[in-house]
Each structure stands twice: as C-alpha cells, then as structure tokens.
C-alpha cells in the first residue's frame, strides 16, 4: 500500500509534498513522488534541474525515514492519468495533489486535471494548496 502524490518543483508541489510525507508516516506507508512531464517540454537543461531537484526531495525523505520512491513519467505527459494509474499499480490509499490559487473567476471552475483526479482516483484524494505568500 502506498501513498502517491504529484509532484512538481512549485509551491503547490512542495505543499503537497509534505502533506504526503505526513500522511504516509502516519499510515506506516510507501510513499510514491510522481513527476509527469510532457516529453515535448523537456529539454537536457530542464531535465537536468528536474533530476537535481528530484536528487534533494529523495535526500530529504530519506533522512526522514520515508520509505519512498520517485518515478519521472516522460511521455504524452497526461498527469491525471498517470496519477490515477501509479495509485491503481501500488494499492494506493491515498493520493495527494497541490492546488494552485485562481483568480475569483477561475475558482469557479476547478482545473481539470484535479477535478479528473478527484473522480477517477481509486481511493481517496487529498487536494491541498500552499500558504498565501506574505506581501
């Protein structure tokens, strides 16, 4: 059984992120970091920083004692399907995503890759969305 949540480097990806590592400690779970990426944005440069990155959240959990594991998905970069998929392959109970803020027009209509999630997850999600900045 696992935990599973999409990550990307962002604030949303970051709040997710440890809302994930929480719940998966909690649970005594595996923790399973999901990157999707559509394989006509990534270039050697991106790619390098993602995998630097990638490098530093494995670190982390890590050294938090989070049995975890990161899959990089390159492909038609579809994150609710991959989401969905990755939670249905490791028994998921729980998969987490990040919510980005939305201007007063856009928070009528949730994004549709979250709102896909929601629906076709075979467990439960939990949406979370960072802290508004200080300014």
Known sequence: M????????????ATALGAARAAALARGSRLVV???????RVDAERARARDEDLARVAA??????VDHEVRVL????????????????????????????????????????????LLDAPCPVLAVKP???AG
């Open 34 to 40: 999901v990157v999707s990426e559509r394989a006509d």
């Open 60 to 65: 982390d959990l890590g050294a938090a004692g």
């Open 2 to 13: 696992s935990v599973v949540v999409g990550y990307q480097s962002t604030p949303e990806g």
């Open 74 to 117: 390159e492909g038609a970069g579809d994150v609710a399907d991959d989401l969905v998929r990755v939670a249905e392959a490791t028994s998921a109970t729980l998969v987490v995503i990040g919510l980005r803020r939305r201007s007063p027009t856009g928070k009528l209509v949730l994004g549709a890759n979250a709102q896909r999630v």
């Open 131 to 133: 802290e508004p900045s």
